[in-house]
């Protein structure tokens, strides 16, 4: 095992959550984006801001500078000024209290960073350098864009009803069959258009029309 900690990946919940942004320039606004998409409750402090942050009606602007320990306040906290006396600040009250803080282009005052997504649906695919290339990452998630095609959605969309109906009938979703249905042409089958054939397929992979799983039905209601 390596002697150096490495990042821990995670998905962060943030529907409803209170987020703070520090800055207003474009940088700001793609991090605001990714943020609103997440659910989040987003303000902004800066003494300007773009329009994409000024005019959006779902982000709270502050026209201001940044007040000290207000990070507190807030679940997470994501700073995007070309002050570097500001990041490092905010960094700081961020730590006393127990916040996670990511700086844009400032691993130093980052407690988490932030990876390259590639998305379809709610399909995604991150690419992370722990902060120490982002154009690295970016150049990965772009190769991954290019191969993830928007049947990866909807074959997401149909594991993700077969996985319901396993986990009601079996009580678990963690059955045989995942592995050998995504090997048989699935994939292939949802892009095309054949998607009654593909759940077909997928059923009969993961047992679900057997004999046995009725019983385990009618036993578990």
Same mark, same amino acid.
Request: glycine share 8%; net charge neutral; proline share 5%.
């Given at each position: 095992?390596?002697?150096?900690?490495?990042?821990?990946?995670?998905?962060?919940?943030?529907?409803?959550?209170?987020?703070?942004?520090?800055?207003?320039?474009?940088?700001?606004?793609?991090?605001?984006?990714?943020?609103?998409?997440?659910?989040?409750?987003?303000?902004?402090?800066?003494?300007?801001?773009? !329009?994409?942050?000024?005019?959006?009606?779902?982000?709270?602007?502050?026209?201001?500078?940044?007040?000290?320990?207000?990070?507190?306040?807030?679940?997470?906290?994501?700073?995007?000024? !070309?002050?570097?006396?500001?990041?490092?600040?905010?960094?700081?009250?961020?730590?006393?209290?127990?916040?996670?803080?990511?700086?844009?282009?400032?691993?130093?005052?980052?407690?988490?960073?932030?990876?390259?997504?590639?998305?379809?649906?709610?399909?995604?695919?991150?690419?992370?350098?722990?902060?120490?290339?982002?154009?690295?990452?970016?150049?990965?998630?772009?190769?991954?864009?290019?191969?993830? !095609?928007?049947?990866?959605?909807?074959?997401?969309?149909?594991?993700?009803?077969?996985?319901?109906?396993?986990?009601?009938?079996?009580?678990?979703?963690?059955?045989?069959?995942?592995?050998?249905?995504?090997?048989?042409?699935?994939?292939?089958?949802?892009?095309?258009?054949?998607?009654?054939?593909?759940?077909?397929?997928?059923?009969?992979?993961?047992?679900?029309?057997?004999?046995?799983?009725?019983?385990?039905?009618?036993?578990?209601?």
């Amino acid at each position: 095992m390596s002697s150096t900690p490495v990042p821990y990946p995670v998905n962060l919940c943030l529907s409803g959550q209170r987020v703070l942004v520090v800055g207003g320039g474009p940088v700001a606004a793609r991090k605001v984006e990714a943020l609103l998409r997440a659910g989040a409750a987003v303000t902004v402090v800066a003494p300007a801001a773009v !329009d994409a942050i000024a005019q959006h009606p779902e982000v709270t602007w502050q026209p201001r500078g940044y007040l000290r320990g207000e990070a507190g306040s807030y679940r997470l906290v994501v700073t995007a000024t !070309d002050n570097p006396a500001v990041n490092s600040g905010v960094a700081r009250d961020c730590e006393a209290a127990n916040v996670f803080v990511n700086s844009a282009d400032d691993p130093a005052n980052c407690t988490f960073t932030l990876p390259s997504v590639a998305r379809r649906g709610d399909l995604q695919v991150a690419v992370s350098s722990g902060g120490r290339s982002p154009a690295l990452a970016r150049w990965l998630r772009q190769r991954i864009e290019r191969e993830i !095609d928007s049947g990866y959605a909807a074959l997401l969309e149909l594991l993700s009803e077969a996985r319901a109906e396993a986990k009601a009938r079996f009580g678990t979703s963690e059955v045989t069959g995942w592995d050998t249905a995504l090997d048989d042409g699935l994939l292939e089958l949802v892009r095309v258009g054949r998607t009654d054939e593909a759940r077909s397929l997928l059923r009969r992979h993961l047992a679900l029309d057997t004999p046995e799983a009725a019983r385990a039905e009618a036993m578990a209601s």
